[in-house]
């Protein structure tokens, strides 16, 4: 179990949650959307919503989007959202996506973008989103991955990303996603790695996660001492002005039910 | 209109995904099985298990 639940998390960071750090990854949204095969029929659910970005930017394809979150806090973020684009096909509740409050064969469409490393069980989010897909629906997922056959980068990542956020679970591998659709009887359309065009800074990625004193002091120790693989891998760079830059890894798959 | 007719035909419960009825005052979905009642707050319906409650 994480140290931090992600209810926990992103209740105490909704406040600070700023709407510039959904552009770090605007790649995999436009990957999603190419992929999803929406109608102006649909019927979308985006599981972890968080602040609502991806749910909102769907939410014009399709007749309805619902969000589900366990932070009541950035769904508040999100229904602020959802009014100030003008949009009233959005609804959102609080639900885990591990157990998803909806009847079976209930949606065309499941997304989960940039959430899925927070999930206790990966595995059963995605069974829950075969469930509650009617038959022939999509699961699109886009999230931080590790390379695959690189333990070393694997552990260094995973470890980094905890210190900075309790509540961070861990990033799989394309292969470990591979299985987990597979393994719950989806037909895998595509998986691919999407590549970022705007690094990340260190400092602002410490922001995002709440994390300062020690901790923030502990990984950036860990950035500057990053093994070469590391450093290859997500292009970490230190820059004149003292702060660290780089690119995480990401992937985004879309799997068909069957039907 | 806080939870739609239409949410209501595809919420159910998270634990044993049977049906739920909205609260005759609307403060909550009650699961028609395991008696669990999961609260509405600011027009949300929180459908997680650590907020419910059993109820009669």
């Keep these: 179990m ?28 436009a990957w999603l959307m190419e992929h999803a095969h929406c109608q102006p029929s649909h019927r979308l659910l985006d599981v972890a919503t968080g602040a609502g970005f991806t749910a909102v930017a769907f939410a014009p394809l399709v007749a309805e989007v619902t969000g589900v979150d366990v932070s009541a806090a950035m769904l508040e973020k999100a229904r602020e959202r959802a009014r100030a684009a003008g949009l009233a096909n959005l609804v959102f509740e609080s639900g885990a996506a591990e157990s998803l409050p909806f009847a079976a064969d209930a949606f065309d469409g ?23 897909l009617r038959p022939g629906g999509r699961l ?20 980094v990303e905890v210190l900075r956020d309790g509540s961070h679970v861990r990033n799989y591998t394309a292969s470990q996603w591979r299985g987990f659709v597979t393994d719950a009887g989806f037909a ?24 300062s004193g020690e901790a923030a002091a502990e990984v950036r120790r860990l950035f500057l ?24 890894v990401r992937i985004a798959l879309a799997a068909r039910k069957p039907g | 209109m806080a939870v739609s007719k239409e949410l209501l035909e595809i919420l159910v419960c998270p634990i044993c995904k049977a049906a ?3 609260k005759p005052d609307g403060s909550g979905l009650k699961c028609v099985e395991c008696r669990r009642v999961y609260p509405i707050r600011d027009d949300i319906p929180v459908m997680l298990v650590d907020e ?4 009669d």
């Design chain 2, 20 to 22: 739920l009825d909205l």
């Design chain 1, 188 to 211: 895998l359309e595509a998986l691919d790695e999407v590549p970022e065009s705007v690094p990340i800074t260190l400092r602002a990625w410490l922001e995002k996660g709440g994390c």
């Design chain 1, 140 to 159: 699109l997922v886009a999230d931080s991955a590790e390379p695959d056959d690189a333990p070393e980068v694997d552990a260094w990542h995973n470890h």
């Design chain 2, 52 to 55: 419910a409650r059993i109820e």
């Design chain 1, 110 to 132: 499941v997304l989960c973008r940039l959430a899925a490393h927070h999930f206790v069980s990966p595995a059963k989010f995605v069974a829950e989103a075969y469930r509650v």
């Design chain 1, 2 to 29: 994480p140290s931090r639940t992600s209810q926990e998390q992103f209740d105490r960071q909704a406040p600070q949650y700023n709407a510039e750090w959904n552009e770090w990854n605007r790649e995999s949204l």
């Design chain 1, 225 to 248: 001492e990053a093994p070469a693989e590391a450093v290859r891998t997500f292009a970490i760079t230190p820059m004149p002005d003292g702060d660290i830059r780089f690119q995480w």
